[in-house]
Nanobody, 126 residues
Framework: QVQLVESGGGSVQAGGSLTLSCQIS????????LGWFRQAPGKGREGVAS????????YYANFAKGRFTISGDNAKNTLYIKMSNLNPDDAAVYYC???????????????????WGQGTQVTVST
């Protein structure tokens, strides 16, 4: 049974940082695509960043470039995203997701991901 469990969400002041973790079980960690997505109230789910572990290639949404860093730990089967310089627009429920592969042309497509975590809430206050 595939399980993705996010943790690390919480409340942070604008300008602060937060690191989210996603523990993955029942799914390979090598040569797969692991992503972070977010959904704010009243908005659709959007891609934040993905990591293709086949070649350890990373992909980022424009809003995440320079502020967010996605990484993975093979030994711990854990995906991370470090988020810095957070602002109120970053407040959302953050989800991790997994699929067999991805590339620069489709990493953000939510419909292509097969497995999802339950999400973790990130709140940013001014």
């Amino acid at each position: 049974q595939v399980q993705l469990v996010e943790s690390g969400g919480g409340s942070v002041q604008a300008g602060g940082s937060l690191t989210l973790s996603c523990q993955i079980s029942g799914y390979p960690f090598n040569s797969v695509c692991l992503g972070w997505f977010r959904q704010a109230p009243g908005k659709g789910r959007e891609g934040v960043a993905s990591l293709y572990t086949g070649i350890w290639m990373t992909y980022y949404a424009n809003f995440a470039k320079g502020r967010f860093t996605i990484s993975g730990d093979n030994a711990k089967n854990t995906l991370y995203i470090k988020m810095s310089n957070l602002n109120p627009d970053d407040a959302a429920v953050y989800y991790c997701a997994a699929r067999s592969q991805c590339g620069s042309w489709d990493w953000w497509e939510t419909a292509r991901y097969d497995h999802w975590g339950q999400g973790t809430q990130v709140t940013v206050s001014t």
